[in-house]
């Protein structure tokens, strides 16, 4: 688990640094370069730093061990940050497309933008390309959802760049409207993405199960294990981007209790072999005389 949280600080703490004189370079560019789409650009780069910081701050929590208080650890703050960056994600998407509105109707007020804020656009393009591409990779790897958020919100942002970068050359060529419209068309994306990532935490957060088909993978598994008749019953649920699973299962009623346990054992043991991100599996061992075919029921 620390190596896992350590790949997740790391990356984190790059896009921090990143992002901080991103922000710095893009509004300098919109200011001098007389752009209000890079400005706007550069403010939205700001908001990368907030969000990393609070994907940082999951991490920490995440790292702290079960205690009285939290009996199943603190994996679901990683989920609580990956909400809160969806809320900001929708606020800056509904920022962007308010503003954009705002300036298809004041044309006027739009500057022509010299080169400067050009080459700023394709440098923050590129960057937070990179930074997406690196992100979700690790994000991926250790099954990160704050981590998948955060990295959404590198590819907004890079978004958003390529929208200021269209408006900035249609602009200069003489077609003021493409700058807002392209704000415009930025905003439903970045919405859209933060919606996707606000129905994913609230699930994780309401104890959200695992999908059929890994459920039907998992008891698949569990009826190689010899021994067991059926599987009674079987719930699980996400936290944070850890899998808990409550299980029953029916073995032979004149086995021994100690034999019943050690099925069980095995039953647990299989399942954390092969399922990936398993933090603990709970069986409870009922009886019955036949074995069922599973997949009938």
Sequence with gaps: ????????????????IINIVLTIFKILSGII???????????????????????LAGNIISKKPDDDEHNYGHEKAETLVGFTLSLVLIYVGFKIGYNSLLLMF???????????????????????????????????????????????????????SIGALLGIIGSRIGFKILDPLSGFIVCIL?????????????NELL???????EQEKIKDLIMTVEGVNYVTS??????GSYIYIDLSICVDPNITVYKGHEIAHKVE?????????????????????????????
């Design 1 to 16: 688990m620390n190596e896992r949280l350590n790949e997740s600080t790391s990356a984190t703490i790059k896009s921090i």
């Design 207 to 213: 104890d959200y199960s695992i999908t059929k088909q």
């Design 234 to 239: 079987f719930k699980s649920r996400k936290h």
């Design 106 to 160: 004041n044309l006027d007020k739009i500057k022509t933008p010299t080169y400067l804020p050009i080459i700023a656009a394709l440098v923050s393009i590129a960057l937070k390309e990179y930074q997406f591409y690196i992100t979700i990779k690790i994000a991926k790897k250790i099954n990160s959802p704050s981590l998948k958020a955060d990295a959404w919100h590198h590819r907004s942002d890079s978004l958003s």
């Design 269 to 297: 043991d299989k399942i954390k072999e092969n399922i990936e991100n398993i933090k603990a599996v709970a069986v409870h061992i009922d009886a019955c005389t036949v074995r069922y075919n599973q997949k009938k029921h």
């Design 33 to 55: 370069g007389s752009s209000n789409a890079m400005i706007a650009d550069g403010i939205h780069s700001a908001s990368d730093i907030i969000t990393s910081i609070g994907v």
């Design 190 to 202: 970045v919405l859209k993405v933060g919606l996707d990532i606000l129905k994913t935490s609230a």
